[in-house]
Protein backbone atom coordinates (compact mmCIF):
# COMPACT_ATOMS: atom_id res chain seq x y z
CA UNK A 1 0.00 0.00 0.00
CA UNK A 2 0.72 3.57 -0.68
CA UNK A 3 2.14 5.26 2.04
CA UNK A 4 0.65 8.60 0.21
CA UNK A 5 -2.47 8.51 -1.98
CA UNK A 6 -3.04 11.18 -4.70
CA UNK A 7 -6.15 11.90 -6.49
CA UNK A 8 -6.79 12.58 -9.16
CA UNK A 9 -4.35 10.86 -10.89
CA UNK A 10 -5.41 12.53 -13.63
CA UNK A 11 -6.61 15.96 -14.39
CA UNK A 12 -7.68 17.84 -17.97
CA UNK A 13 -9.22 20.93 -17.53
CA UNK A 14 -10.07 24.23 -19.72
CA UNK A 15 -7.57 27.52 -19.35
CA UNK A 16 -9.91 29.63 -16.35
CA UNK A 17 -10.85 26.54 -14.36
CA UNK A 18 -10.54 25.74 -10.81
CA UNK A 19 -9.13 22.06 -9.58
CA UNK A 20 -8.01 20.40 -6.63
CA UNK A 21 -5.47 17.66 -6.04
CA UNK A 22 -5.86 15.80 -3.02
CA UNK A 23 -2.92 13.80 -0.64
CA UNK A 24 -4.38 11.58 1.78
CA UNK A 25 -2.57 8.88 4.53
CA UNK A 26 -3.08 7.23 7.62
CA UNK A 27 -0.61 7.88 9.02
CA UNK A 28 0.57 11.62 10.71
CA UNK A 29 3.28 13.36 9.46
CA UNK A 30 5.34 16.05 11.13
CA UNK A 31 5.68 18.23 7.88
CA UNK A 32 4.34 17.83 4.07
CA UNK A 33 5.78 19.20 0.98
CA UNK A 34 4.24 19.67 -2.77
CA UNK A 35 6.40 19.83 -5.39
CA UNK A 36 5.62 19.74 -9.16
CA UNK A 37 7.56 18.63 -12.25
CA UNK A 38 7.58 20.06 -15.99
CA UNK A 39 8.30 17.20 -18.63
CA UNK A 40 11.92 16.73 -19.06
CA UNK A 41 12.85 18.57 -15.47
CA UNK A 42 13.19 17.34 -11.84
CA UNK A 43 10.67 18.26 -9.23
CA UNK A 44 10.93 21.43 -7.84
CA UNK A 45 9.43 22.27 -4.70
CA UNK A 46 6.41 24.96 -4.06
CA UNK A 47 5.66 24.52 -0.53
CA UNK A 48 6.15 22.85 3.42
CA UNK A 49 3.36 23.21 5.03
CA UNK A 50 3.87 21.76 8.92
CA UNK A 51 1.16 23.17 10.93
CA UNK A 52 -2.21 21.28 11.32
CA UNK A 53 -4.86 23.56 9.51
CA UNK A 54 -2.40 25.84 7.81
CA UNK A 55 -3.10 27.34 4.37
CA UNK A 56 -0.44 28.46 2.45
CA UNK A 57 -0.94 30.65 -0.67
CA UNK A 58 1.58 30.88 -3.36
CA UNK A 59 -0.28 33.08 -6.15
CA UNK A 60 -3.15 31.77 -7.75
CA UNK A 61 -2.10 28.48 -5.37
CA UNK A 62 -3.69 27.35 -2.28
CA UNK A 63 -2.42 24.51 -0.37
CA UNK A 64 -3.87 22.84 3.17
CA UNK A 65 -2.38 20.88 5.57
CA UNK A 66 -5.16 18.85 7.51
CA UNK A 67 -6.10 19.30 10.94
CA UNK A 68 -4.94 16.14 11.96
CA UNK A 69 -2.17 16.28 9.40
CA UNK A 70 -2.37 13.28 7.55
CA UNK A 71 -3.58 15.06 4.39
CA UNK A 72 -3.02 17.97 1.93
CA UNK A 73 -4.63 19.46 -0.94
CA UNK A 74 -3.40 21.73 -3.45
CA UNK A 75 -5.93 24.32 -4.93
CA UNK A 76 -5.12 26.48 -8.26
CA UNK A 77 -7.65 29.15 -9.61
CA UNK A 78 -8.21 29.91 -12.66
CA UNK A 79 -5.64 27.60 -13.74
CA UNK A 80 -3.54 28.47 -17.22
CA UNK A 81 -1.50 26.61 -19.64
CA UNK A 82 1.55 27.14 -17.74
CA UNK A 83 -0.02 25.16 -14.37
CA UNK A 84 0.47 21.55 -16.60
CA UNK A 85 2.38 19.17 -15.28
CA UNK A 86 2.98 16.81 -12.72
CA UNK A 87 2.05 17.17 -8.89
CA UNK A 88 3.57 15.38 -6.56
CA UNK A 89 2.91 15.44 -2.67
CA UNK A 90 5.87 14.29 -0.34
CA UNK A 91 6.95 13.35 3.01
CA UNK A 92 10.43 13.32 5.03
CA UNK A 93 10.53 10.60 6.98
CA UNK A 94 11.53 11.91 10.76
CA UNK A 95 13.55 9.44 12.31
CA UNK A 96 14.82 5.93 12.67
CA UNK A 97 17.18 4.17 9.54
CA UNK A 98 14.93 5.99 7.47
CA UNK A 99 15.97 9.31 8.43
CA UNK A 100 15.67 12.13 5.65
CA UNK A 101 14.47 9.94 3.08
CA UNK A 102 11.87 11.30 0.76
CA UNK A 103 8.47 9.59 0.17
CA UNK A 104 6.55 10.94 -2.98
CA UNK A 105 2.80 10.27 -4.32
CA UNK A 106 1.99 8.59 -6.87
CA UNK A 107 1.30 12.01 -8.82
CA UNK A 108 -1.25 13.98 -10.61
CA UNK A 109 -0.37 15.05 -14.14
CA UNK A 110 -2.19 18.43 -14.86
CA UNK A 111 -2.74 19.08 -18.64
CA UNK A 112 -4.58 22.62 -19.22
CA UNK A 113 -5.69 23.14 -22.58
CA UNK A 114 -5.92 26.81 -23.79
CA UNK B 1 23.81 29.54 -8.83
CA UNK B 2 24.57 26.58 -10.23
CA UNK B 3 21.39 23.84 -9.14
CA UNK B 4 21.95 20.11 -9.23
CA UNK B 5 23.49 19.02 -12.24
CA UNK B 6 23.37 15.50 -13.58
CA UNK B 7 24.96 13.63 -16.38
CA UNK B 8 24.43 12.59 -19.14
CA UNK B 9 21.27 13.49 -20.12
CA UNK B 10 20.44 10.75 -21.91
CA UNK B 11 21.50 7.45 -22.50
CA UNK B 12 20.83 4.24 -24.51
CA UNK B 13 21.97 0.91 -23.40
CA UNK B 14 21.80 -3.04 -24.10
CA UNK B 15 20.60 -5.75 -21.71
CA UNK B 16 23.07 -6.90 -19.60
CA UNK B 17 25.55 -3.89 -19.75
CA UNK B 18 26.72 -1.33 -16.68
CA UNK B 19 26.32 1.88 -16.82
CA UNK B 20 27.39 5.54 -14.22
CA UNK B 21 25.42 8.06 -13.61
CA UNK B 22 27.26 11.50 -12.43
CA UNK B 23 25.57 13.90 -9.80
CA UNK B 24 26.77 17.22 -8.73
CA UNK B 25 25.22 18.81 -5.63
CA UNK B 26 23.73 22.21 -5.40
CA UNK B 27 26.48 24.51 -3.36
CA UNK B 28 26.66 24.51 0.10
CA UNK B 29 24.70 20.63 -0.14
CA UNK B 30 26.00 17.51 1.16
CA UNK B 31 23.41 14.95 1.38
CA UNK B 32 22.66 13.23 -1.90
CA UNK B 33 20.06 10.90 -2.37
CA UNK B 34 18.64 8.99 -5.51
CA UNK B 35 15.64 8.42 -7.40
CA UNK B 36 14.42 6.25 -10.17
CA UNK B 37 11.09 7.52 -11.81
CA UNK B 38 8.90 5.58 -14.37
CA UNK B 39 6.87 8.01 -16.75
CA UNK B 40 4.27 9.43 -15.18
CA UNK B 41 4.90 8.05 -11.75
CA UNK B 42 6.34 9.37 -8.64
CA UNK B 43 10.10 8.87 -8.00
CA UNK B 44 11.21 5.80 -6.03
CA UNK B 45 14.26 6.56 -3.47
CA UNK B 46 17.19 3.93 -4.25
CA UNK B 47 19.53 5.10 -1.74
CA UNK B 48 20.94 8.58 0.30
CA UNK B 49 24.35 9.30 0.64
CA UNK B 50 26.06 11.04 3.55
CA UNK B 51 29.88 12.08 4.44
CA UNK B 52 30.62 9.37 1.75
CA UNK B 53 28.49 6.53 3.26
CA UNK B 54 25.52 5.35 2.17
CA UNK B 55 23.27 6.29 4.90
CA UNK B 56 19.98 4.24 3.60
CA UNK B 57 18.53 2.05 1.11
CA UNK B 58 15.35 1.83 -0.79
CA UNK B 59 13.89 -1.57 -2.10
CA UNK B 60 16.27 -1.93 -4.84
CA UNK B 61 18.60 -5.02 -5.61
CA UNK B 62 22.50 -4.90 -5.02
CA UNK B 63 23.01 -4.31 -8.67
CA UNK B 64 22.64 -0.45 -7.84
CA UNK B 65 25.42 0.70 -5.97
CA UNK B 66 26.47 3.94 -5.47
CA UNK B 67 29.26 6.26 -4.15
CA UNK B 68 29.98 9.84 -2.94
CA UNK B 69 33.08 11.44 -3.72
CA UNK B 70 34.94 14.28 -0.88
CA UNK B 71 33.58 17.26 -3.18
CA UNK B 72 30.00 15.68 -2.46
CA UNK B 73 29.57 14.66 -5.66
CA UNK B 74 28.18 11.19 -6.73
CA UNK B 75 27.78 8.54 -8.79
CA UNK B 76 25.17 5.80 -9.21
CA UNK B 77 26.09 2.32 -11.07
CA UNK B 78 23.72 -0.16 -12.50
CA UNK B 79 24.73 -3.87 -13.24
CA UNK B 80 23.14 -6.38 -15.92
CA UNK B 81 20.82 -4.15 -16.74
CA UNK B 82 17.33 -5.28 -17.01
CA UNK B 83 14.36 -3.92 -19.85
CA UNK B 84 12.41 -2.46 -15.82
CA UNK B 85 15.53 -0.01 -15.66
CA UNK B 86 14.44 2.23 -18.04
CA UNK B 87 13.08 5.17 -16.11
CA UNK B 88 14.56 8.66 -15.45
CA UNK B 89 17.21 8.82 -12.62
CA UNK B 90 16.73 11.88 -10.35
CA UNK B 91 19.54 12.85 -8.16
CA UNK B 92 18.33 15.37 -4.71
CA UNK B 93 21.19 16.99 -2.90
CA UNK B 94 19.79 18.97 0.69
CA UNK B 95 21.71 20.99 3.15
CA UNK B 96 22.87 19.56 6.82
CA UNK B 97 20.15 21.45 8.34
CA UNK B 98 16.24 20.73 7.90
CA UNK B 99 15.40 19.18 4.99
CA UNK B 100 11.81 18.91 6.82
CA UNK B 101 11.08 22.54 5.38
CA UNK B 102 13.53 22.98 2.84
CA UNK B 103 12.76 20.51 0.64
CA UNK B 104 15.30 18.75 -1.73
CA UNK B 105 16.47 20.32 -4.95
CA UNK B 106 16.86 18.04 -7.85
CA UNK B 107 18.74 17.93 -11.34
CA UNK B 108 16.95 16.92 -14.20
CA UNK B 109 17.49 14.25 -14.72
CA UNK B 110 19.34 11.18 -16.65
CA UNK B 111 16.81 9.36 -19.13
CA UNK B 112 18.37 6.13 -19.29
CA UNK B 113 16.69 3.67 -21.97
CA UNK B 114 17.98 -0.43 -21.63
CA UNK B 115 17.11 -2.24 -24.67
Known amino acids: TQLLEQSPQFLSIQEGENLTVYCNSSSVFSSLQWYRQEPGEGPVLLVT?????EVKKLKRLTFQFGDARKDSSLHITAAQPGDTGLYLC??????????????FGQGTILTVHP | DAGVTQSPTHLIKTRGQQVTLRCSPKSGHDTVSWYQQALGQGPQFIFQYYEEEERQRGNFPDRFSGHQFPNYSSELNVNALLLGDSALYLC??????????????FGSGTRLTVV
Open chain 1, 49 to 53: VVTGG
Open chain 1, 90 to 103: AVVNAGGTSYGKLT
Open chain 2, 92 to 105: ASSPPWDQYYYGYT
